[in-house]
């Protein structure tokens, strides 16, 4: 069975600061793939990232970086100097290699202040 | 290039009426997801179809949901006399069959969700 958690349920931070989402996962897959997805306030879910599990190697874009940990689990994603428009929910999700349903976590809800 | 279009939007229904939900899926995707979004609970799956054949329903709940994806037209996610507690989002997402880029793995599949269906019952 596959399980996400995002522990964060709701984060509060400044404009400027850095801010780290955190999401821990559970499989007993080998081979499976992670996601990132962003829901603004307009409602929909936009696709950020996905990795599969045989690439640990960190990826960054732009103010966007994510840190995928087999050892610990764990794909966090970090904003750098965040913005007012980072303000969004953001789900992490997990789909098992030869599953087409991904199952995501509760979400986390960032409010980027100005 | 149209995405997941849903409607309607909002949807506002009495105790025991029906709700009807649609799903137009993206351009050339012939999977269709149907989520739901409770408060503090995040996205709950609740079935998986593909063109005219449900592939796994086992998110829905037992009683008055059902859920179809016709030859022809929208994917429609059906609830039979609803109650206060069917309040709540729903999102459809479609993606594309197996794994893109010639990835074999279907996990490796990609959402495209649509803006969600709000329904409140009174």
């Known amino acids: 069975a596959q399980k996400v958690t995002q522990a964060q349920t709701e984060i509060s931070v400044v404009e400027k600061e850095d801010v780290t989402l955190d999401c821990v996962y559970e499989?007993?897959?080998?081979?499976?793939?992670l996601f990132w997805y962003k829901q603004p306030p307009s409602g929909e879910l936009v696709f950020f990232i996905r990795?599969?599990?045989?690439?640990?190697q960190n990826e960054i874009s732009g103010r966007y970086s994510w840190n995928f940990q087999k050892s610990t689990s764990s794909f966090n994603f970090t904003i750098t100097a965040s913005q007012v428009v980072d303000s969004a929910v953001y789900f992490c999700a997990l789909s098992e290699g030869g599953s087409y349903i991904p199952t995501f976590g509760r979400g986390t809800s960032l409010i980027v202040h100005p | 290039n149209a995405g997941v279009m849903q409607n309607p939007r909002h949807l506002v229904r009495r105790r025991g009426q029906e709700a009807r939900l649609r799903c137009s899926p993206m351009?050339?995707?012939?999977?269709v997801y149907w989520y739901r979004q409770l408060p503090e609970e995040g996205l709950k799956f609740m079935v998986y179809?593909?063109?005219?054949?449900?592939?796994?329903e086992s998110g829905m709940p037992k009683e008055r949901f059902s859920a179809e994806f016709p030859k022809e037209g929208p994917s429609i996610l059906r609830i039979q006399q609803v109650v206060r507690g069917d309040s709540a989002a729903y999102f459809c997402a479609s993606s594309l069959p197996g794994g893109p880029g010639g990835t074999p793995h279907a996990g490796a599949n990609v959402l495209t969700f649509g803006a969600g269906s709000r329904l409140t019952v009174l």
């Open positions: 499989t007993r897959d080998t081979t499976y793939y």
């Open positions: 351009k050339g995707h012939s999977h």
């Open positions: 179809l593909q063109k005219e054949n449900i592939i796994d």
């Open positions: 990795r599969n599990s045989f690439d640990e």
